[in-house]
């Protein structure tokens, strides 16, 4: 059995669904209490970024450009450690059926081990036990099968057994998993995922997402139909795919062009096309600007008066993503940065340290690599620093560097802490390298401390907790379980507190009011040595009731 390019194209998107049909199943299997299990949530987000992208594609399609079509667009939307190993995966896929028309049994089993292999080279210290694992065992149990028989279907079904025995023996890698009950949730977050695409390799059926079913059904919205002679100011939404003649083609310079012509752009390239939607007036001007970057394809034109109403709804989604995107800006300086971080008051401390953008995001609500990457590409500077501020968004600033057009570097901040820390040791006028140095040696010489809640009852680490309690985190361990926030506040800074400290920054989330939180800082005030000094901040970040820094 040939698996052909629509084949393929369905069943990631079914493999797209499923998952997002089991995402809060998944983010439920999280054994750590405080609330980041977003583990279902982020595989989710990153699959379903290819799927408007892989809907566009003709029935005639080759398997090759449905890979590589998937591949990218998971890339750019990977969130978390997760999505971008799930990205990596594919990435895999795409490279293994780079120019094929259409892919065997054998053809599968090379892209699967080859994104086996990428995804473990993407991690420091892979960790056995995990979607890594699942992923591992089921690629090599399926080049065992094809030893043994070269039917497609057959050997993706016993696959798929296979990855769903891993992720039942999981618990023996982790015993953390084990005593908790429970299967790794990025293992479970794969299965669902291969599970979507054998309903598609087996019967040709793709399986409804909870969105899918209202989006494909519903081919009238009132809203739209009834204003839309009105609203639109260019009549032709024009679309065609350039094949670049050159791969260094800047792609910015046509969509300058287009943009004194139209409106609703989108200019999305790699090194071999560059891919064009734009609604304008005159479609052929369009079409001859193209002409001067390479060949063209795929080229569609339509009145959009006359268009269905899904079409023009799809297409004011489109415009609404692309206005949301940051303005790009040149180089003008030689160093800027860019950080992550949740809540205003936060937000307007990295700024007041220098840092050019910030994006929002942190723990439960992970920035994807497309989102780093425009907050890189909206950064004046020629070197920009990025910090990630958390340790399940390194992977994906990280995943950002070969696509920018900058140079990047990515420090391994895992707190806002640490990112702070970094910023103030900053030296304006040194160059690049000894910046690097100073700012990741500073990652070091700060304790980092958070106050949460559990959200689940859980039995972790010799602690027997239950949901509501108040958790203090030691530079990213879990060390205090009380029943009140500011004991648990004190507890945890004075175990942070060191014979060299001299400095305290103390943030306040969105959940304490002001008066809680300066009677917080007295209670503190009055248990820490009067040589230490103690600022309170209001960072007015979610999750966290409180944020302390130790220097």
């Not at 699959?47 to 591949?71: E, F, M, P, Q």
């Not at 065992?144 to 028989?149: G, I, P, T, V, Y």
């Not at 609500?365 to 909206?378: G, V």
Request: charged share 25%; glycine share 8%.
């Amino acid at each position: 059995m040939e698996i052909t390019g629509k084949m393929l194209r369905d069943a990631i998107i079914s493999g797209a669904n499923n998952i997002q049909l089991h995402k809060k199943q998944v983010d439920e299997l999280n054994v750590f209490p405080v609330p980041d299990g977003d583990t279902g949530t982020n595989m989710s987000m990153t699959i379903g970024n290819a799927v408007t992208d892989l809907s566009r594609l003709d029935d005639d399609v080759t398997v090759g450009v449905v890979a590589k079509t998937a591949a990218s667009a998971m890339l750019r939307g990977a969130r978390g450690n997760s999505g971008v190993i799930l990205s990596l995966l594919f990435r895999g896929l795409s490279k293994g059926l780079a120019d094929k028309v259409t892919a065997n049994a054998s053809d599968i089993s090379a892209a699967l081990s080859l994104g086996v292999e990428a995804a473990y080279k993407s991690v420091m210290k892979p960790t056995e036990g995990t979607m890594l694992t699942v992923a591992r065992v089921s690629s090599e149990r399926y080049s065992e099968l094809l030893a043994e028989k070269d039917d497609f279907t057959s050997i993706w079904t016993d696959y798929v057994s296979s990855a769903e025995d891993i992720l039942s023996k999981t618990p023996e890698y982790l015993p953390v998993l084990a005593k908790a009950g429970v299967v790794d949730a990025g293992g479970m977050g794969y299965v669902k995922i291969i599970q979507g695409m054998k309903a598609v390799f087996l019967g040709g059926e793709i399986i409804g997402g909870s969105d899918a079913k209202a989006s494909q059904t519903t081919s009238k919205v009132t809203n739209i139909a009834g204003t839309v002679d009105a609203d639109i100011v260019f009549g032709y939404c024009t679309e065609f795919i350039v094949m670049k003649n050159n791969p260094n083609q800047d792609a910015l310079k046509l969509r300058a062009f287009l943009e004194t012509i139209g409106d609703s752009i989108v200019c999305v390239d790699d090194e071999d096309i560059i891919k064009i939607h734009v609604h304008t007036d005159n479609p052929g001007t369009a079409l001859q600007e193209g002409l001067k970057y390479g060949q063209l394809t795929k080229m569609k034109i339509e009145n959009m008066r006359e268009q269905h109403t899904h079409q023009i709804a799809e297409a004011e989604a489109q415009m609404a993503q692309a206005d949301s995107a940051l303005p790009r800006k040149e180089p003008e300086k030689e160093i800027g940065f860019v950080a992550v971080a949740a809540g205003d008051g936060i937000e307007e401390l990295f700024k007041d340290l220098g840092v050019d953008v910030v994006v929002k995001g942190g723990q439960t609500m992970n920035p994807s690599t497309e989102d780093i990457l425009s907050a890189i590409h909206a950064t004046p500077a020629k070197n920009v620093f990025v910090l990630p501020n958390n340790k399940n968004i390194i992977l994906a600033a990280e995943q950002a560097i070969p696509f920018a057009d900058r140079n990047v570097i990515v420090l391994q901040s895992r707190s806002i802490p640490q990112g702070i820390a970094s910023m103030l040791a900053y030296e304006e006028g040194e160059n690049v390298e000894k910046n690097s140095v100073s700012m990741t040696n500073a990652l070091d010489n700060v304790g980092s401390g958070s106050i949460t809640f559990a959200v689940r009852d859980s039995d972790y680490e010799g602690h027997n907790i239950k949901q509501g309690e108040i958790l203090g985190m030691e530079n990213g361990k879990l060390t205090v379980i009380e029943k009140d926030v500011n004991k648990a506040l004190i507890k945890i800074t004075k175990r942070l507190v060191k014979s060299s400290s001299s400095y305290i920054t103390l943030i306040h989330g969105s959940d304490v009011s002001e008066s809680e939180a300066q009677q917080a800082y007295e209670q503190l005030r009055a248990k820490i040595n009067d040589d230490i000094s103690i600022v309170l901040v209001n960072g007015g970040q979610p999750v966290y009731y409180y944020i302390i820094s130790v220097e």
